[in-house]
């Protein structure tokens, strides 16, 4: 079975650090760009970050460019995300998304995690 | 980045029904364009890509069409299962914008 499965999520006070992980299974990860995608509660969707299937290309929306780092390990089929300099705002569940292509620039999100909720308030 | 707008918001409508969703984007996007729903507590499922294009799984009651700016999603006989929020996705560039979202509602 296709899987993506996040954790790291948590309570974090403004201006701090949180690293979240997503685990795939069921498919060659190293083929496939992946993706984090936020949704603040009760709002819609934002493509936050993507990295393509060999880490070399990334991709930064300008609300978090400078403030979190994508990254992946073939080896271990993990996504991660770095978030620092937290702020309110970065309040979210965000998703592990599998794009259906090797490249940030092509497919649609075909796989989606069931998501890991980033709350950041003193 | 390139902006996308769905119309409606929000829209009633009954079991049975034909229900169309529009999304238009701020500039043109050849085909690529996708179509996810999502219902409460749950992550985003991928229904429709390349703008129609089914994805596999998916009823043949959802259909899309459209190309350049402007997009449809239709259900074309709504059923008590479809009742949830609906978003268009541009893939043409790397910022991948997402629609605000239709919630389709029970009538």
């Known amino acids: 079975e296709v899987q993506l499965v996040e954790s790291g999520g948590g309570l974090v006070q403004p201006g701090g650090s949180l690293r979240l992980s997503c685990s795939a299974s069921?498919?060659?990860?190293?083929?496939?760009?992946m993706y984090w995608v936020r949704q603040a509660p009760g709002k819609g969707l934002e493509h936050v970050s993507a990295?393509?299937?060999?880490?070399?290309?990334?991709y930064y929306a300008d609300s978090v460019k400078g403030r979190f780092t994508i990254s992946r390990d073939n080896s271990k089929n993990t996504l991660y995300l770095q978030m620092s300099s937290l702020r309110p705002e970065d309040t979210a569940m965000y998703y592990c998304?599998?794009?259906?292509?090797?490249?940030?620039?092509?497919?649609?999100?075909?796989?989606w995690g069931q998501g890991t909720m980033v709350t950041v308030s003193s | 980045d390139i902006q996308m707008t769905q119309s409606p918001s929000t829209l009633s409508a009954s079991v049975g029904d034909r229900v169309t969703i529009t999304c238009r984007a701020s500039q043109s996007i050849s085909s690529w364009l996708a179509w996810y729903q999502q219902k409460p507590g749950k992550a985003p499922k991928l229904l429709i890509y390349?703008?129609?294009s089914l994805e596999s799984g998916v009823p043949s009651r959802f259909s899309g069409s459209g190309s350049g700016t402007e997009f449809t999603l239709t259900i074309s006989s709504l059923q008590p299962d479809d009742f949830a929020t609906y978003y268009c996705q541009q893939y043409d560039s790397y910022s991948r914008t997402f629609g605000q979202g239709t919630k389709v509602e029970i009538k």
């Open positions: 390349k703008t129609s």
């Open positions: 069921g498919f060659t990860f190293s083929n496939y760009a």
């Open positions: 998304v599998r794009g259906a292509g090797s490249s940030p620039g092509v497919g649609a999100f075909d796989i």
């Open positions: 990295i393509s299937n060999n880490g070399g290309y990334r």
